[in-house]
């Protein structure tokens, strides 16, 4: 994810503020904060390395009173943090308030469950006695995206401080106030100085974290560019990695699907934070028995979203987190159509103040258009026909993104069925409902490695110990 982004004096000339906060909904300079200096840097590092000292014998007991009053204090804030991020990014208030919601569910469930998750594991050797244990490794370095500004950085933090790891955080440069705000709440909260650190830094320095030696474990949400060259350069120093890269998820509709429910999932799918979810809905492959009827319905319904600000709770359309993000957007679905792609429904900008996109359908994307192997971060929906349930899930798997997938059938069974054969981390029968801290998060291919959430969730950075002991002697 970009850590910059260009702003204009009131003279119109062009300049950069690493850390800016610029309202998406109207183009409004809101705040811009400094990068701090290499000598800042180092202090957050030694902090944060003689934090882990103390932390790691901290009890669990003790870590779940400072998450768990984080949790409350989230929920009890929760109009001021959403706010904030409707302000940073331009997500819809009520979406904003159920991610705030969200985050204070995860930090509340790794508080409740992270001692039973990481609790010694008996083995059964053929002689003696043996367990596995687990025990926290260190610091980590956490590098972070925009589209859920809270939500990311509670996936990494309630798991990781209550295994009893200690956080170094790189936010994206668009959203430094809800970095600080996340920084803040933990403060208040009771952490120890070093437990939870915001770092204001640039790519260079960034780096210099990953090669750090009292950095132990390196995770990263963004793109697959990002995630390669913080994946080689972790790999570089021999240190665990978790990457999550995004996606291009299939939406498979066949012929026996509710279409009353799967055009409303479809349009959730895709629209929901204006499409900027790795996760979300992109790829509409639909059985020619219902395809007509399927795009005649998401179509129309696509078509009766109404921009506007959002802060307004009856906006149904709210704008993309960056002008950056928009132009990207609006080339893609140029380059789309250059090579031969069809627009069904919108395809370029509203024109109003602040960054705001049509909703999108595009159609007859054959395999040599970029689209057909690209990932659309915004309200951009790919639609296909295919012939039958075979050629449904041999489309889902030509991708070189893996993450998630749906399909809509009334039989569960066959979905179950079609589910297992989809290439990807996560699967979803009749719903695209992955907001629960206990279903873990993550996919394979371009798409990354590792799981975030649920038990799988907190043992990415943590050391298995074996322990034995067996009364025999030595071999002669």
């Not at 998450?67 to 009520?94: N, P, V, Y």
């Not at 350069?233 to 990695?241: H, I, M, Q, V, Y």
Request: hydrophobic share 40%; glycine share 10%; with cysteine.
């Amino acid at each position: 994810m970009p850590n910059s982004i260009g702003v204009r004096d009131l003279k119109g000339k062009a300049f950069i503020m690493a850390y800016t906060s610029v309202n998406p909904s109207d183009g409004r300079l809101l705040e811009s904060f400094e990068q701090i200096s290499d000598e800042a840097l180092e202090a957050k590092l030694a902090a944060a390395q003689r934090c882990f000292q103390s932390w790691k014998h901290t009890s669990y007991t003790a870590r779940a009173a400072i998450i768990g009053r984080a949790a409350d204090l989230m929920r009890s804030r929760a109009d001021e943090f959403a706010r904030l991020a409707t302000l940073e990014m331009g997500k819809r208030i009520s979406e904003a308030r159920g991610e705030v919601s969200f985050s204070a569910d995860i930090l509340d469930y790794y508080r409740e469950n992270a001692e039973r998750f990481l609790m010694r594991r008996k083995l059964h050797p053929e002689e003696g006695e043996a367990h596995i244990e687990s025990s926290p490794i260190g610091v980590i370095f956490g590098v972070e995206p925009w589209n859920f500004p809270y939500y990311q950085l509670a996936r990494v933090a309630g798991p990781h401080l209550m295994a009893g790891n200690v956080l170094l955080v790189k936010h994206a440069g668009c959203v430094p106030q809800c970095a600080m705000a996340f920084e803040a709440l933990l403060i208040e909260a009771g952490a120890p100085v070093g437990l939870y650190t915001n770092l204001l830094i640039s790519h260079e320095q960034s780096d210099s974290v990953v090669d750090d030696p009292r950095v132990k474990g390196v995770a990263l949400t963004g793109s697959v560019p990002a995630g390669r060259s913080l994946a080689a350069r972790a790999g570089a120093n021999l240190k665990p990695s978790s990457m999550e890269l995004g996606g291009s998820d299939a939406f498979i509709v066949l012929e026996d699907a509710d279409m009353d429910l799967t055009v409303k999932w479809a349009v959730w799918g895709r629209m929901y934070n204006c499409g900027q979810t790795c996760c979300a809905a992109k790829r509409f492959i639909v059985v020619e028995d219902v395809a007509d009827v399927f795009i005649q319905r998401f179509r129309a319904a696509l078509a009766e979203l109404e921009p506007g600000d959002p802060m307004h709770e009856s906006t149904t359309l709210g704008p993309l987190s960056t002008e950056s993000a928009l132009q990207q957007l609006l080339v893609q679905v140029d380059d789309a159509v250059f090579s031969g792609a069809e627009v069904l429904l919108g395809g370029g900008r509203i024109h109003r103040p602040g960054s705001y996109m049509s909703p999108t359908i595009l159609t007859n994307i054959t395999p040599d258009n970029p689209a057909y192997k690209g990932e659309f971060f915004g309200p951009v929906a790919l639609f296909f026909r295919v012939k039958n349930e075979e050629a449904a899930i041999a489309l889902a798997n030509d991708s070189d993104f893996g993450l998630g997938g749906s399909v809509f059938t009334e039989d569960v069974g066959r979905g179950l069925r079609v589910a297992s054969r989809v290439d990807t981390g996560m699967m979803f029968i009749n719903n695209i409902s992955w907001s629960d801290a206990e279903l873990p998060f993550g996919g394979i291919k371009n798409s990354g490695y590792g799981r975030e959430l649920g038990d799988i969730g907190i043992q990415a950075f943590v050391n298995k110990k074996l322990v034995r002991y067996v009364d025999i002697d030595a071999p002669v």
